[in-house]
């Protein structure tokens, strides 16, 4: 059946130059290139690693079939031929067939994604099926042409498996971080509620310490030598600088865990009421100049006030001797942020101690000499981180300090 | 009208500080404590030996701390304003807490102010200056509780 299959091609191709005339004479040239070209595409049809069916669009059967089609299903070349579609299980059935010729005929292509097919071993294959149905010479004729995807469906399948498998362990992992994360959260609240407690306690017996101190020296200094009133003026400062401290400690955990909603604040007014409100920034020993009018900054503005006003109380604090504190305040616009310094002529902080600064506790000077907790930097930072601001210093011993925070420009 | 105080402090030196400062600035009500929270309850509904409101008299102000030993402050704030004769009752919080959700508590509760415990006997001066001045000198208290309920049963019979 090949056989004379081939020949009928054959017929065909040699027949059509004449074209039913019979009076043209093909010469030997072009009986030559003929053969070239047959033989060329012959290759190809038996050559090609995909399965090509040639079927009969009026009998719907198959005519041809490539060697990588025997191969793929284990048909023999005669079982194959004669069969139609369906026969072989490419379609499910015979109405299915019918459809595929009746939508060939109207657009002479038809294109199958993703079919199934079981080869005579059983063995499942996916295929690809492109369709085409052209004039050969007076007839038609349909090419189908089968890719084997069952490899590329496999790979799919897997990658399809192994995505939905990350996209799991991300979603899991997401989950891990969330609930780590609140936990964490709840500890971190725990621990500040905590050591707020224990802040606040340490305060009842303090104010013991300082009352009874103190009405001892108003009520009872005449019964002390003045080496015992210069004793309990001690106990009182002591007690008066831990008030202090725990103060701040409390300040520091009351300022909130999390970012700070931020809105438009004028800087301008709110340095302003800061001087007006702190006394140590009130005495006439205090010299303080704003340049200007200081812009408004994207902030939160009890977080900012509690900055600023640290930085201002620190500026009067920390001066030499018998020197009258000088502030400079100013704003520098840097691309869309607002620089503010707070320069002062106090006793300036070694380039090596500028780092521990910032931290809990860290103090570069005596404690005897100035009075603080070591809490203030610490809590401009916070204060300022909270706000997604930067806060550094430039600084030298014995050279004044000049502080700065750094927030987003507003309009306001 | 009763003129007694109703001091709620579990912590003794406080009360020391609080009876010290109101001596020093010369005023003399009387006052009474009640060293936890429980205690104070029991005081203001008269049981066992607060019967005896000869000894014990309803007080015209309350003075809360709120961080007190088994009912704390804020309970026997909200305890108080449930009692229908007490609802009137000058009740000011004495805490040294600052915290803001404590201040709200407070005001929600029926707080009638609230102060900041100081830490060194002049401004606890200070402090009880102000309580002289303003809770006892220049601010009209509501009637007492005996006198406020028969004030409400004689308007209750008067009206038509």
Redesign the interface.
């Known amino acids: 059946m090949a056989e004379k299959n081939e020949r009928f091609e054959m017929q065909t191709l040699t027949q059509s130059p004449t074209d039913g005339n019979g009076e043209t004479k093909l010469d030997e040239a072009a009986q030559a290139a003929l053969r070239v070209s047959e033989i060329r595409y012959r290759r190809l049809f038996e050559a090609a690693r995909d399965g090509v069916l040639l079927l009969d669009p009026d009998t719907r059967k198959i005519t041809d079939v490539n060697p990588f089609m025997i191969e793929l299903l284990g048909y023999t070349h005669k079982q194959f031929v004669g069969k139609e579609l369906w026969e072989i299980g490419l379609l499910k059935d015979q109405q299915a067939s019918q459809e595929m010729f009746h939508e060939l005929r109207e657009n002479h292509f038809i294109r199958y994604e993703d079919l199934p097919l079981k080869s005579t071993t059983g063995r499942t294959r996916e295929v690809e099926v492109v369709a085409n149905l052209y004039q050969e010479d007076t007839r038609e004729v349909i090419q189908c042409n089968i890719r084997d995807i069952t490899q590329r469906k496999k790979v799919e399948h897997e990658l399809a498996l192994a995505k939905d498998k990350i996209s799991r362990h991300a979603v899991e992992l997401e989950q891990t971080v969330a609930e780590r994360t609140a936990q964490l959260r709840e500890m971190i609240g725990e621990l500040e509620a905590y050591s707020?407690s224990i802040s606040?306690d340490m305060?009842?017996p303090?104010?013991?310490m300082?009352?009874?101190s103190?009405?001892l020296l108003?009520e009872h200094s005449a019964q002390l030598n003045p080496e015992g009133i210069e004793h309990l003026k001690r106990i009182d400062a002591a007690a008066g600088r831990m008030?202090v401290l725990i103060q701040e400690v409390?300040t520091y955990t009351?300022l909130p865990h999390e970012e700070v909603k931020l809105e438009p604040v004028d800087l301008d007014s709110l340095v302003r009421q800061i001087i007006d409100t702190y006394p140590q920034l009130q005495t006439g020993g205090v010299e303080i100049h704003i340049e200007g009018v200081l812009p408004g900054v994207l902030g939160g503005e009890a977080s900012l006030a509690q900055g600023i006003s640290n930085l201002l109380t620190n500026a009067v604090k920390f001066v030499a001797p018998k020197i009258r504190p000088q502030i400079n305040i100013r704003a520098e616009t840097i691309g869309d942020d607002v620089r503010l310094w707070v320069a002062d002529n106090g006793i300036g902080i070694a380039p090596e101690d500028q780092a521990r600064i910032f931290k809990m506790f860290e103090r570069v000077d005596h404690a005897s000499v100035y009075e603080g907790s070591g809490m203030g930097l610490a809590i401009v930072r916070k204060a300022v981180d909270r706000m997604g601001g930067q806060f550094g210093v430039e600084s030298e011993a014995g050279g004044g300090s000049k502080f700065w925070i750094q927030l987003k420009k507003a309009d306001l | 009208m009763s003129n007694t105080i109703l001091l709620v402090e579990d912590e003794v030196n406080d009360v020391f500080f609080m009876k010290h400062a109101f001596m020093e600035i010369g005023l003399d009500n009387p006052m009474q404590v009640a060293t936890d929270g429980r205690e104070a309850i029991n005081y203001l509904s008269g049981v066992d030996k607060y019967a005896d409101r000869e000894r014990f008299p309803m007080p015209c102000l309350v003075l809360l701390d709120l961080k007190l030993p088994r009912v704390m402050g804020l309970e026997v704030l909200k305890w108080i304003r449930e009692q229908p004769e007490l609802e009137t009752l000058i009740v000011i919080i004495l805490s040294s807490s600052q915290l803001m959700p404590d201040i709200e508590w407070a005001y929600r509760l029926g707080a009638n102010a609230y102060l900041v415990k100081p830490s060194t006997p002049p401004e606890l001066r200070e402090l009880a200056t102000g309580i002289k001045l303003f809770w006892l000198k220049l601010n009209h208290g509501p009637p007492a509780p005996r006198e406020s309920m028969e004030a409400v049963a004689a308007h209750g019979v008067n009206t038509p």
């Open positions: 707020y606040h305060r009842a303090l104010r013991a300082r009352g009874f103190m009405i108003e008030d409390l009351r």
